[in-house]
């Protein structure tokens, strides 16, 4: 029997195979169409569960899909798509049940009536599952910290297809690794998330020119550093790609205030005779949100992340060298500090607590570029990445047992290995960024 009649058998109506919308939805993501052998759309917790079974059973690899905006094409076995796990509901004292299959702009449209908001990102397609499992660095970062650092609760399906209701008191070990360790423990099919107010934002964009990007860094890291909580910013460095789109920095900038404060806070910066543009005002959190591009670019991208410790002037000054390699360059900083790092580094499986920004760098190749190609460019990336402590899980694109150990601490990276021991000693889950059981 094929593994699309087998799992069809185990679980009725809901799996589906080549020629279906079902299964073109659920096997493209971001990165493009996988060929899995089929697709499972579970509508229920019941259903869900028993799809695991089924996958388990007849030994399938499972693949996990909420939003697709993580994950690689899946080449083989079963996606279990989590679509029909949707629902948002507003509770009392602003605690948000949020299915993992919605998408964060849906997030914030939903809670918009209510003035509340959950920081998640910065992009309205982003899915709601894989982002809530590895971070969530979003607008309001600063100011209530990461979307794992708000969440209450997750139910979530073990590879026996157990359902489990998992928080800091029922399953301590657990609820702590499902808060930044990904799909290495099981599926989630919804979480208790901590909303917060987010009427009174004012926000825009600044633009700049590029003669002097390095004026525009050092201002931006002395604002951001000595600033409040309620100021939060991504400050990005564009090369010239395309006429119609400008090269310089841009900073995009949130403030939850007057726009009185917030002309302030960033004076320093818009006193600079680099300013090009400038658009403040009033801003409501969603319409922070954006839309994702279409699909990724089609460059070969080298480069990478890390959470920075400290903006220095030396790690600064190796950002602009950076920008300065023969090939294209973007680099993004977007800043971290105020109550992302009041956060415990051993509270959550993200430790880096200490950094001040997330760095982001990446050289924009021709998709034909080759390997030697891609080698001339890295010294002038890594010496800038060097001045960082290790990468955001949900920004890496590199994966292996070496790459998961730069994206944990050991300390961390062992504890990750405990709960996945007890929870799915088999590996049934094997995520991008695997976290394998101890022997
Ligand atoms: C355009 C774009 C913008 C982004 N912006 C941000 C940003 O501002 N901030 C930020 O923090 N991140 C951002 N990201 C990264 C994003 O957090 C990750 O790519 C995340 O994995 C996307 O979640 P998803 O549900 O859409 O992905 P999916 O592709 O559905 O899932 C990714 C992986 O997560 C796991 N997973 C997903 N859902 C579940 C579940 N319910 N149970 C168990 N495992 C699950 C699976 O291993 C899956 O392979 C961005 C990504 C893109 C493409």
New binding site residues.
Partial sequence: MSILSDLSERVPGRTFGPGSTEYDDGRT???GPGEPEAVIRPSTVDELAAAVRAAVDANVPI??????????PATDGVVID?AE?NAIEVGDDGLVTVG??A?WGDVAAALAPHGLGIT????L???????????????LVRTHG??VDLMREIE??TATGEVLTVNAESHPDLFWALRGG????????RFILQAAPVDGIVGGHLQFDQSDVGAVLRTWRDITVASPDELNSTLLVMPQLMAEMPAGPQLAVALRGTEEELRRVLDPLLSLPSVTEVKLGPVAYGELLEA??PG?PPFRFVGGNGFAPDLSDEFLAACERALGTAAPTMLML?ALGGAFSRVAADATPIAFRDAQALFVVNTLLPADATDADAAAIRPALDEALGFTSGP????TQEFGDDVTATIYPPSTLERLRRVKSEVDPGDV?R???HIAPTR
Avoid: C, K
């Avoid at 693949?63 to 690689?72: A, C, D, E, I």
């Avoid at 397609?125 to 607008?139: E, M, T």
């Fill in positions: 993501v971001f990165y693949s996990v899909r909420s939003g697709g905006h993580g994950s690689l989590l796990f993992a299959g998408h998640s990102g910065d992009t397609d982003v899915g709601v599952g894989g982002l809530a499992l590895g971070g969530g660095i979003g607008w990461l979307t979530l399906v990904g799909g290495n423990f099981g599926i989630a099919t994702a591009p990724r977007r955001y899980a949900n920004f889950f995520p991008a960024h």
